[in-house]
């Protein structure tokens, strides 16, 4: 499965954006999906991650209130909805797909897509 991310920018503290990660090459309900970031000078961390029925979720302590990760099996995609945006969440973030095999949070991500850039501004 190929991933690409999207929608990230600059964004003032306290604002909102919306990411994408669309799939394509296979079936999507196959896969779950998990949204991951990384910051400069830092390792990457997991920040959230929706079965593929979209009836387990998961969210990082750090942004558990702020951000809702969402599924549309129908369009392919993954959406990360952030509000509340801190100088603190300004990364790259990445989306990955792993297989149903193994449920959350023992999924193996084994596919990635490249990284969008968030920069939130204080």
């Known amino acids: 499965v190929q991933l690409q991310a999207s929608g990230g920018g600059v964004v003032q503290a306290g604002g909102s954006l919306r990411l994408s990660c669309a799939a394509s090459?296979?079936?999507?309900?196959?896969?779950?999906i998990s949204w991951f970031r990384q910051a400069p000078g830092k390792e990457r961390e997991f920040v959230a991650a929706?079965?593929?029925?979209?009836?387990?979720?998961l969210h990082a302590d750090s942004v558990k209130g702020r951000f809702t990760v969402s599924r549309v099996n129908a369009k392919n995609t993954v959406y990360l909805q952030m509000n509340s945006l801190k100088p603190e969440d300004t990364a790259v973030y990445y989306c990955?797909?792993?297989?149903?095999?193994?449920?959350?949070?023992?999924?193996?991500?084994?596919?990635w897509g490249q990284g969008t850039l968030v920069t939130v501004s204080s």
């Open positions: 090459g296979r079936t999507f309900s196959n896969y779950h």
């Open positions: 990955a797909a792993g297989p149903i095999s193994l449920p959350l949070p023992n999924t193996m991500w084994n596919y």
């Open positions: 929706i079965s593929w029925s979209g009836n387990s979720i």
